[in-house]
């Protein structure tokens, strides 16, 4: 998994609860990414981060929020749980230690997120 | 119109056969095109990625583009079980959009 760890691995709340998922990197990757994955839809982005303190919404990003403090952390929080919310979710990491971006992108194990 | 298509399967070969995955997408601006496979229950680990029209090999594996078409495909040679997964086509530009996956399975 690219030196990609993410916590926890599985995760059942009740609706209307916060939430953090975290993604750990040890390949001093620029780029994060954190997606869901759900039946019929793929892999859809939730949020990136190009940097520390640095981070974009991608097309679901309603309901997250996320924050990088440090280059091997990215965290995704729900700030209040919705059954919606169920799904598998997946961090991944793209580019250069020399801080060149390239684009393909690597995932971590993901975490399996349950909402009753 | 979804942005990148692909056949949900399943498609099911004979184990040696060659097994052909197809993905289309909707941005001419595309940049850049891979390939991840997905065991169940698992994460995405890329496969290969390709840049240009025309096909790229990497062992049993060969990536087809082309852009005017603006189609991928990715053939798998002597097919085995251990092949079956879903395959997820994924474009690039500026921002990486995935299909929904084809599931494969190899029968021996």
């Known amino acids: 998994d690219a030196g990609i760890t993410q916590s926890p691995r599985h995760k059942v709340t009740e609706t209307g609860t916060p939430v953090t998922l975290r993604c750990h990197q040890t390949?001093?990757?620029?780029?994060m990414y954190w997606y869901r994955q759900d039946p019929g839809h793929g892999l859809r982005l939730i949020h990136y981060s190009y940097g520390v303190k640095d981070t974009d919404k991608g097309e679901v990003s309603d309901g997250y929020s996320v924050s990088r403090s440090k280059t091997e952390d990215f965290l995704l929080t729900l700030e209040s749980a919705t059954s919606s919310q169920t799904s598998v979710y997946f961090c991944a990491i793209s580019g250069q230690t020399s801080g060149t971006s390239t684009d393909t992108q690597y995932f971590g194990p993901g975490t399996r997120l349950t909402v009753l | 119109q979804k942005e990148v298509e692909q056949n949900s399967g399943p498609l099911s070969v004979p184990e040696g056969a060659i097994a052909s995955l197809n993905c289309t997408y909707s941005d001419r601006g595309s940049q850049s095109f891979f390939w991840y496979r997905q065991y169940s229950g698992k994460s995405p680990e890329l496969i290969m990625f390709?840049?240009?029209?025309g096909d790229k090999e990497d062992g049993r594996f060969t990536a087809q583009l082309n852009k005017a078409s603006q189609y991928v495909s990715l053939l798998i040679r002597d097919s085995q079980p251990s092949d079956s997964a879903t395959y997820l086509c994924?474009?690039?530009?500026?921002?990486?959009?995935f299909g929904a996956g084809t599931r494969l399975t190899v029968k021996p």
């Open positions: 390709i840049y240009s029209n």
């Open positions: 994924a474009v690039n530009n500026n921002d990486m959009r």
């Open positions: 390949e001093n990757h620029r780029y």
